[in-house]
């Protein structure tokens, strides 16, 4: 026994243990979670567990400590359970909250892994410079809308898309992005990116994979970069889709990266020092989607795969 129930009702972790007892605050719906629940799960977290609580991110209180570095009453974020309280083994990727005059959902988002992803995946794989064509699909979501903002401090021309008409406005209106489209009301998606880029795309934050990717890569301009982040579309397909269009890439010597926000979490203070004044200033946004309740976070889960979710998807489970 592990956890244990001292005479105040308050849990407490057996004092043999180095284990870290949390509880839950707010968790967060990511695109790879489903990737979990396939036997395609990603090499770089194992599939979950059936019959176990399914792991993700999320922010927490600290109950109770024997790890050292971590004290009861502290924030953090990190992997933690689907559950009220979760016991973690391993302080490994756990983060300490020091900036509490911003919104803790936000350590689910801009402050956490889809931000990371965002920085890392934009200023270090894309390498923009000032002036360039840069283009982002699943734009108004987690990373996406970071993507743009940042597209924009870089002084580049960045056009979105998203499934939404609403989302589209929120691009343009929030967000700041140069131009942005409905690739569902879209029947030939090269001709889309002709309009929007008629010069061709330096720079493509890729999120979603599929069709787009193929439409993307006649509309590459010479030695354009691809930032490979994910391709939603493929999640829920047994089969993935063909990509056709593969020797534009010679044509163009574009060069395509994939990268993991794992290869960022050292740069984490880094991006911190970055991002907090901008984010104090208003000079981004973030927009968030809170459903209450663990018991919504299922539909919520899902919703990312048909968009119902309107920027970071979040579920409140419990106030301080
Ligand atoms: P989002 O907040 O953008 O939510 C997912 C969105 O994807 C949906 O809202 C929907 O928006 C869009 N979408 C769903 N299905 C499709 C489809 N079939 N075709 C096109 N768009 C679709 O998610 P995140 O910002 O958290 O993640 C974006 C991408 O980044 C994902 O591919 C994810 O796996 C990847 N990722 C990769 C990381 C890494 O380390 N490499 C880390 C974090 C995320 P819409 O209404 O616009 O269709």
Redesign the pocket.
Same mark, same amino acid.
């Given at each position: 026994m592990v956890v244990t129930v001292d005479e105040n009702l308050k849990l407490k972790v057996a004092s043999d243990s180095k284990d870290i007892l949390v509880k839950n605050l707010y968790l967060s719906c990511?695109?790879?979670m489903r990737l979990l629940m396939t036997n395609r799960s990603s090499e770089i977290f194992g599939p979950y567990t059936p019959g176990a609580p399914i792991t993700g991110f999320g922010v927490g209180k600290v109950i109770d400590s024997r790890n050292p570095e971590f004290m009861e009453g502290d924030l953090v974020w990190g992997i933690t359970g689907w559950e009220e309280y979760s016991l973690l083994k391993s302080s490994e990727g756990l983060f300490k909250i020091h900036h509490t005059d911003i919104p803790l959902s936000y350590y689910t988002g801009i402050l956490g892994?889809?931000g990371l992803?965002a920085y890392g995946?934009f200023y270090e794989v894309c390498a923009p410079k000032k002036g360039e064509y840069v283009f982002v #699909? &699943?734009?108004?979501?987690?990373?996406?809308q970071l993507v743009g903002q940042f597209a924009k401090l870089m002084g580049c021309y960045v056009v979105g #898309? &998203?499934?939404?008409r609403d989302?589209v406005e929120l691009l343009k209106n929030k967000f700041g992005f140069d131009d942005a489209f409905n690739?569902k009301e879209e029947p030939d998606l090269n001709a889309a990116l002709k309009r929007y880029f008629p010069e061709g795309i330096d720079i493509y934050f890729e999120?979603?994979g599929?069709k787009?990717l193929d439409a993307v890569l006649l509309n590459m301009r010479v030695r354009g970069r691809i930032a490979v982040?994910?391709?939603?579309?493929q999640?829920n397909c047994d089969q993935p889709e063909g990509v056709y269009n593969l020797m534009s890439i010679v044509y163009k010597r574009v060069r395509i990266e994939?990268?993991?926000?794992?290869d960022y979490y050292p740069q984490y203070s880094k991006f911190l020092d970055f991002i907090l004044p901008y984010i104090r200033e208003g000079k981004i946004k973030y927009v968030e989607d809170i459903v209450e309740g663990l018991e919504n976070g299922p539909t919520a889960l899902i919703g990312?795969?048909?968009?119902?979710?309107v920027?970071?998807?979040v579920v409140l489970v419990a106030s301080q």
């Open positions: 990511d695109p790879y892994m889809p992803t995946g #699909s &699943a734009a108004s979501g987690a990373v996406g #898309s &998203a499934g939404t989302k690739y999120n979603v599929g787009m982040c994910g391709m939603i579309s999640y994939g990268f993991a926000v794992a990312l795969f048909n968009g119902r979710n920027g970071k998807q």
